[in-house]
Structure formats: structure tokens, C-alpha cells
């Protein structure tokens, strides 16, 4: 039993040697992050760390091998020639030979199917869909990848069950216009003067409560008792809401909102995403709101395989209602996970990186991270003072045009 102990022991290093060599192209913490299969991920990544290669790296590895690189199992019949052969490969093998070995350590391997990976843009989810595509064996097990932003994710669900919330098939989602002037409407129906309660700033305020998963009348409770201005904007709310359900229609908001208010209510349709997808990743989760973080947390509820990727240092848009916390608490809410640090950077030079560190340094509330890279040196940093940002903004513009003209 000892000796078969020993060759196991050996059976593993080998496998995993092997599967280090094949992805060598990675660097040790990225290898981690793609080989990581089960349980709640936080990948902290800085800028030009390669966060994006991580990811689709990790969902192709999972669709293909599984848990295959942490998986302890060892064949029943091992011998010692067997492990031998894999000593032998893990030293001298070329790439070639490699992949033609690794199919044999499959562990459990996803379904594409099963796979959900959520971003913020068209762009970035654009992206993430033609690598994929690039990556994968065939064509049609790239498209069964769930890949695509909070919102077109949430529009497919609700496409399949908006009938649920009272929804009919064909609904019509607001846009910026259609939304200003049905609130617009609204307003001169509850006589509220626009002057006294400009249009802007209570569609800012809707767009908020729907971000933090109020309706009318939570809002009302929450912040209309003392104060008369937000008792007129949940008035306004509530009448809005109506007029998009009697419209059958929602507003870009809403799209969240009522999708996580659909799992929350409706039982058996969150058990369906929940068994659905077996894996859930979402890329620059230091952006999410109170809203996609529930959604999130919904839908890798069944299985709680969930990565997020994200850059605690990079988080610029609390005034869209991104919750920071959501990625420095993120191993609080999610217990035992696992945290892997993307600090090599391979965009800039070390003097950048040097100022870089020095500055994000001094940031509060940061799980903290040190950038450092494999170019030295680099060209000295210069400062330019302005007057005012329009100035700013013109200097940095014009800049980049003499540098892109002179390449």
C-alpha cells in the first residue's frame, strides 16, 4: 500500500508538470486561476496583467479538462511503467505530445452549455466571444457559451420568463428618450412642476433605486417619510412603473431589477439557472452594483462556482452606483475562496509601474497588489501642468495624435 501511495504521489506530480509545460505560456499565477475549477475565485488583476486571457483561458480548460490539474484521483490499475512514461514526457516532451496525453487526466468536465461569463460592454463581451471562438474545438460549442453583458444575459432570461412578472412576449425596452418622456408625462399628470423637480435629476434618482433594488415603495419607506422631495420622486416612481407595465415594456434598469426579482420570487426558475450553470464568471466585478452582485450570487447559487475578476484600483464609477466593496468583501461573502493575484505586467515599463505604485499605494480600502514587470527602465515620466481640465483634455488629445502619426 505504501508503494502504491509513493506511485500515486508521482502519478500526480507528472500530470500536473504536464499540464504546467503545455501552459507555460502563462505565468504561475495565471496557470493557478485557469487551473482552478471548483468553489469561489477572486482573481485581483492589475492593469495589463492579462485578466482577459486568464478567463477565456479558464473556461476553455474547464470545458475541455475539467478539474483535471487538482483532481487527486489515480487510476486503480497504475503501474510503474505508466508513471514512468509521464516522468519521461513532463521532461523532454514537446508541446505537441503533451496534448495528446492531457485528455487522459479529464475530470468532470462543463458542458459549454453550462458555462455563464458576464462583462459590462458589447465590446468586452464581443471580445471574450471571439476568442472563445478562436479557442475552441468547434464552432458550436463556442456559441453554446452563455457570453454576453448583465443586461443581454438578463434579456435572454427574460425572453423565456417574462410572462412570470406579467410581462407578454415582445415587450419593448425604454430608452434614454422614451424613458425621459414617459416620466415626463407623468410628472405634468401629478401636476409636479418640472421646474421645481427637474426631469434629470429624477430619472438619476429612479435609476439609482433600481440599482439598489428598491421599488416605489421601498423607496418611499426608505427615504420619502422626512423628506418631501423624494416623496414626490417615489410618486413619480410609482407612477412610472405603471406606465411601463401598462406599456408592456421596461427601461434599461429595469432589465436587472426585474430579472433578479423573477429568481428571487419564482422558485422553480432559479433552480433551473442555478442547475444550468455549473460555472459562472464575471469580468471587472469592482464596477458591479447592489444589483448585479445579487444576480450573481442567484445564479451560481446552485453550484457556488463562481470567479470574479477585477482591479480594486481601478473602480471609478461609484457615481454609477458600483459598490466597491462588492470586490473587497467578496471573500467574506463567499467563504473559503480562493484569492490569486495578477501582478506581472506586461503593457508598461518599469518606470510607469514605479510611479504607478507609488501613487495607488496610498489608496484606502484596497486588498493591495505591487505591479512590477519584466521591462526595465523606459523613458522618464514628464508633467505637464494645465489650467483648467478642458486644457487637460486637449494636451493628452493631442499628444496621442503626434504619437500615433509619427509610428
Given at each position: 500500500?505504501?508503494?502504491?501511495?509513493q506511485?500515486?504521489?508521482?502519478?500526480?506530480?507528472?500530470?500536473?508538470?504536464?499540464?504546467?509545460?503545455?501552459?507555460?505560456?502563462?505565468?504561475?499565477?495565471?496557470?493557478?486561476?485557469?487551473f482552478?475549477?471548483?468553489?469561489?475565485?477572486l482573481?485581483?488583476?492589475?492593469?495589463?496583467?492579462?485578466k482577459?486571457?486568464?478567463?477565456?483561458?479558464?473556461?476553455?480548460?474547464?470545458?475541455?479538462?475539467g478539474?483535471?490539474?487538482?483532481?487527486?484521483?489515480?487510476?486503480?490499475?497504475?503501474?510503474?511503467?505508466?508513471?514512468?512514461?509521464?516522468?519521461?514526457a513532463?521532461?523532454?516532451?514537446?508541446?505537441?505530445?503533451?496534448?495528446?496525453?492531457?485528455?487522459?487526466f479529464?475530470?468532470?468536465?462543463c458542458?459549454?452549455?453550462?458555462?455563464?461569463?458576464?462583462?459590462?460592454?458589447n465590446?468586452?463581451?464581443?471580445?471574450?466571444?471571439?476568442?472563445?471562438?478562436?479557442?475552441?474545438?468547434?464552432?458550436?460549442?463556442?456559441?453554446?457559451?452563455?457570453?454576453?453583458?448583465f443586461?443581454?444575459?438578463?434579456?435572454?432570461?427574460?425572453?423565456?420568463?417574462?410572462?412570470?412578472?406579467?410581462?407578454?412576449?415582445?415587450?419593448?425596452?425604454?430608452?434614454?428618450?422614451?424613458?425621459?418622456?414617459?416620466?415626463?408625462?407623468?410628472?405634468?399628470?401629478?401636476?409636479?412642476?418640472?421646474?421645481?423637480?427637474?426631469?434629470?435629476?429624477?430619472?438619476?434618482?429612479?435609476?439609482?433605486?433600481?440599482?439598489?433594488?428598491?421599488?416605489?415603495?421601498?423607496?418611499?419607506?426608505?427615504?420619502?417619510?422626512?423628506?418631501?422631495r423624494?416623496?414626490?420622486?417615489?410618486?413619480?416612481?410609482?407612477?412610472?412603473?405603471?406606465?411601463?407595465?401598462?406599456?408592456?415594456?421596461?427601461?434599461?434598469?429595469?432589465?436587472?431589477?426585474?430579472?433578479?426579482?423573477?429568481?428571487?420570487?419564482?422558485?422553480?426558475?432559479?433552480?433551473?439557472?442555478?442547475?444550468?450553470?455549473?460555472?459562472v464568471?464575471?469580468?471587472?466585478?469592482?464596477?458591479?452594483?447592489?444589483?448585479?452582485?445579487?444576480?450573481?450570487?442567484?445564479?451560481?447559487?446552485?453550484?457556488?462556482?463562481?470567479?470574479?475578476?477585477?482591479?480594486?484600483?481601478?473602480?471609478?464609477?461609484?457615481?454609477?452606483?458600483?459598490?466597491?466593496?462588492?470586490?473587497?468583501?467578496?471573500?467574506?461573502?463567499?467563504k473559503?475562496?480562493?484569492?490569486?493575484?495578477?501582478?506581472?505586467?506586461?503593457?508598461?515599463?518599469?518606470v510607469?509601474?514605479?510611479?504607478?505604485?507609488?501613487?495607488?499605494?496610498?489608496?484606502?480600502?484596497?486588498?493591495?497588489?505591487?505591479?512590477?514587470?519584466?521591462?526595465?527602465?523606459?523613458?522618464?515620466?514628464?508633467?505637464?501642468?494645465?489650467?483648467?481640465?478642458?486644457?487637460?483634455?486637449?494636451?493628452?488629445?493631442?499628444?496621442?495624435?503626434?504619437?500615433?502619426a509619427?509610428?
Open positions: 500500500m505504501a508503494e502504491l501511495t506511485l500515486g504521489a508521482r502519478y500526480l506530480r507528472a500530470k500536473r508538470k504536464l499540464f504546467d509545460i503545455y501552459y507555460s505560456e502563462l505565468n504561475a499565477p495565471q496557470r493557478e486561476a485557469v482552478t475549477a471548483n468553489g469561489s475565485l482573481v485581483l488583476a492589475g492593469a495589463g496583467s492579462g482577459t486571457t486568464v478567463l477565456v483561458k479558464r473556461i476553455v480548460f474547464l470545458v475541455k479538462y478539474n483535471a490539474y487538482y483532481s487527486d484521483y489515480v487510476p486503480h490499475n497504475l503501474n510503474e511503467e505508466k508513471v514512468a512514461q509521464l516522468e519521461r513532463a521532461l523532454s516532451a514537446p508541446k505537441e505530445t503533451i496534448e495528446q496525453i492531457l485528455p487522459e479529464i475530470s468532470a468536465p458542458a459549454p452549455w453550462q458555462m455563464l461569463a458576464i462583462t459590462f460592454t465590446k468586452a463581451a464581443n471580445e471574450i466571444k471571439s476568442r472563445l471562438a478562436a479557442a475552441m474545438d468547434d464552432e458550436e460549442s463556442a456559441k453554446s457559451i452563455w457570453a454576453g453583458t443586461h443581454s444575459v438578463c434579456m435572454r432570461i427574460l425572453r423565456s420568463y417574462g410572462d412570470r412578472l406579467g410581462y407578454a412576449q415582445g415587450f419593448a425596452i425604454y430608452d434614454a428618450n422614451d424613458t425621459k418622456g414617459a416620466i415626463s408625462s407623468v410628472m405634468k399628470n401629478l401636476n409636479i412642476d418640472e421646474r421645481a423637480l427637474p426631469i434629470k435629476s429624477v430619472i438619476s434618482e429612479i435609476s439609482k433605486a433600481k440599482d439598489n433594488l428598491f421599488t416605489p415603495e421601498d423607496y418611499e419607506l426608505e427615504f420619502g417619510i422626512k423628506d418631501f423624494k416623496k414626490q420622486i417615489a410618486k413619480v416612481y410609482k407612477a412610472y412603473q405603471a406606465h411601463l407595465k401598462n406599456s408592456n415594456a421596461l427601461d434599461f434598469d429595469d432589465i436587472i431589477m426585474q430579472t433578479v426579482f423573477l429568481l428571487r420570487d419564482h422558485k422553480d426558475v432559479r433552480e433551473y439557472y442555478q442547475n444550468k450553470f455549473r460555472y464568471s464575471v469580468d471587472e466585478f469592482q464596477d458591479t452594483n447592489h444589483a448585479q452582485f445579487t444576480l450573481t450570487a442567484f445564479l451560481c447559487g446552485g453550484h457556488k462556482n463562481i470567479m470574479v475578476v477585477g482591479d480594486d484600483d481601478q473602480s471609478i464609477y461609484r457615481f454609477r452606483g458600483a459598490v466597491i466593496e462588492n470586490i473587497l468583501g467578496f471573500d467574506r461573502k463567499y473559503d475562496t480562493k484569492v490569486i493575484k495578477l501582478e506581472q505586467n506586461y503593457r508598461s515599463t518599469g510607469i509601474l514605479d510611479a504607478a505604485n507609488a501613487i495607488i499605494s496610498k489608496n484606502q480600502g484596497r486588498k493591495g497588489k505591487n505591479l512590477w514587470t519584466d521591462r526595465k527602465g523606459g523613458s522618464n515620466i514628464s508633467l505637464k501642468l494645465c489650467e483648467e481640465q478642458n486644457s487637460e483634455a486637449r494636451y493628452i488629445v493631442d499628444k496621442i495624435s503626434d504619437l500615433v509619427s509610428k
